[in-house]
């Protein structure tokens, strides 16, 4: 048997008359930059999420970084967030000239661990970005409590949870930012790069929809320094033929992580994933824990089982944060899931026999 990961062309084959229609059509009005389709999509995207204001942007990068812009964040600020996600989250903070402070994960969800977060709160504090990691959020209730009582902002990275839940809430509204990514493999994906803010702040809407076109309000005249973080039109097209099946994607991807979880639940050497009883995960990864991770990592690989591990080295280990002074040691439970996580195939598609297969060779 050979199993595909992320399976996107089984999801094209499925979809794809109409989005090769959407993208001609795009070719054929020569509207590239800024047409009537993103316009579509951010009324989509808002109707799907019940944020008040959905901005498309260029990638789940510049998301964020548009997101800490508009709330300006600068050199000598300080930002907590996790060291156990993707490198965007933390690079684009250290990008605007202000610092990364990091506070190790919960053990069961690999989220920001809020106990932890107080500790580090100083008079340079102006954020904290949780991440929503594998398509869960984190502990949002603790989160906003503890920004509540410091007066600080939150950005939630969302870039693996569009469509997930908090407390009946969706995920692009649980702070006072949120930001996606349309990144091909992430549960709700483009043609290349793509992202997408939320908030339901008008002036803050307002702002990071000029900070995206170079910080004008109007052609040619400029009220910010801003980056041209702008959505392809092709991928807003793209985008808006796979929005309309997201919710069954979405339903389909549930059943899969149910269906490994109730197969795999007798193995006693590994550690499943766990959702809070308050959230709904998006599934971006369905990841479990496992002591001799690389050795099943080769074995699966034999068999045409293809996994992957997100993330091999915690942040605060990379080479490019070396001048932040942290050492091995400082967040062991990162450090711990870093060196045991495996994520397994995950899409919409996983077929009952691919799963028999994979929990067989497991
Ligand atoms: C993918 C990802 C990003 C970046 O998104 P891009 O669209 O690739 O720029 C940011 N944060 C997390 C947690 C991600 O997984």
């Given at each position: 048997?050979?199993?595909d990961?992320?399976?996107?062309?089984?999801?094209?084959?499925?979809?794809?008359?109409?989005?090769?229609?959407a993208?001609?059509?795009?070719?054929r009005?020569?509207?590239?930059?800024?047409?009537?389709?993103?316009?579509?999509?951010?009324i989509?995207?808002?109707?799907?999420?019940?944020?008040?204001?959905?901005?498309?942007?260029?990638?789940?990068?510049?998301?964020?970084?548009?997101?800490?812009?508009?709330?300006?964040?600068?050199?000598g600020?300080?930002?907590?967030t996790t060291p156990?996600?993707?490198?965007?989250?933390?690079?684009?903070?250290?990008?605007?000239?202000?610092?990364p402070?990091?506070?190790?994960i919960?053990?069961?969800?690999?989220?920001?661990?809020?106990?932890?977060?107080?500790?580090k709160?100083?008079?340079?504090?102006?954020?904290?970005?949780?991440?929503?990691?594998?398509?869960?959020?984190?502990?949002?209730?603790?989160?906003?409590?503890?920004?509540?009582?410091?007066?600080?902002k939150?950005?939630?990275?969302?870039?693996?949870s569009?469509?997930?839940?908090?407390?009946?809430?969706?995920?692009?509204?649980?702070?006072?930012?949120?930001?996606?990514?349309?990144?091909?493999?992430?549960?709700?994906?483009?043609?290349g790069?793509?992202?997408?803010?939320?908030?339901?702040?008008?002036?803050l809407?307002?702002?990071?929809?000029?900070?995206?076109?170079?910080?004008?309000?109007?052609?040619?005249?400029?009220?910010?320094?801003?980056?041209?973080?702008?959505?392809?039109?092709?991928?807003?097209?793209?985008?808006?033929v796979?929005?309309?099946?997201?919710?069954?994607?979405?339903?389909?991807?549930?059943?899969?992580?149910?269906?490994?979880?109730?197969?795999?639940?007798n193995?006693?050497?590994?550690?499943?994933?766990?959702?809070?009883?308050?959230?709904?995960?998006?599934?971006?990864?369905?990841s479990?824990?496992?002591?001799?991770?690389d050795?099943?990592?080769?074995?699966?690989?034999?068999?045409?089982?293809?996994?992957?591990?997100?993330?091999?080295?915690?942040?605060?280990?990379?080479?490019?944060?070396?001048?932040?002074?942290?050492?091995k040691?400082?967040?062991?439970?990162?450090?711990?899931?870093?060196?045991?996580?495996?994520?397994l195939?995950?899409?919409?598609?996983?077929?009952?026999?691919?799963?028999?297969?994979?929990?067989?060779?497991?």
């Amino acid at each position: 048997m050979k199993i595909d990961f992320a399976n996107l062309q089984y999801q094209h084959e499925l979809y794809k008359n109409e989005i090769e229609e959407a993208i001609l059509k795009v070719a054929r009005n020569c509207n590239f930059i800024m047409g009537n389709e993103v316009e579509k999509l951010e009324i989509s995207l808002q109707e799907f999420t019940g944020a008040k204001y959905a901005i498309s942007c260029s990638s789940g990068t510049d998301a964020l970084l548009l997101a800490m812009m508009a709330l300006d964040i600068k050199p000598g600020d300080e930002v907590i967030t996790t060291p156990f996600t993707f490198i965007a989250t933390t690079e684009t903070i250290a990008f605007l000239g202000a610092t990364p402070v990091f506070v190790d994960i919960d053990e069961k969800t690999y989220n920001i661990n809020p106990d932890l977060i107080e500790e580090k709160i100083t008079s340079k504090t102006k954020a904290i970005i949780p991440v929503s990691l594998y398509g869960q959020p984190a502990d949002m209730d603790k989160i906003n409590e503890i920004a509540k009582k410091y007066n600080l902002k939150v950005i939630v990275d969302g870039a693996q949870s569009f469509g997930s839940t908090y407390n009946g809430t969706m995920d692009s509204s649980l702070a006072d930012i949120s930001t996606t990514s349309f990144f091909p493999a992430k549960p709700l994906g483009c043609y290349g790069d793509g992202g997408a803010i939320f908030t339901n702040d008008e002036i803050l809407s307002n702002k990071m929809k000029s900070l995206r076109l170079h910080g004008q309000l109007k052609r040619y005249h400029h009220k910010y320094i801003g980056i041209g973080g702008r959505l392809d039109t092709i991928q807003a097209a793209v985008l808006n033929v796979k929005l309309k099946y997201y919710a069954k994607d979405l339903a389909l991807r549930q059943e899969v992580a149910f269906k490994y979880t109730k197969a795999l639940a007798n193995k006693s050497n590994l550690v499943l994933s766990y959702i809070d009883e308050k959230a709904t995960s998006a599934w971006a990864q369905y990841s479990l824990r496992v002591k001799n991770r690389d050795e099943l990592q080769e074995k699966l690989k034999k068999a045409g089982i293809p996994t992957a591990v997100h993330y091999p080295m915690p942040l605060h280990l990379q080479e490019c944060f070396t001048y932040l002074g942290y050492k091995k040691g400082d967040f062991p439970v990162s450090e711990i899931v870093s060196n045991e996580i495996l994520s397994l195939p995950m899409n919409p598609y996983v077929t009952d026999e691919e799963i028999e297969y994979i929990v067989e060779n497991i």
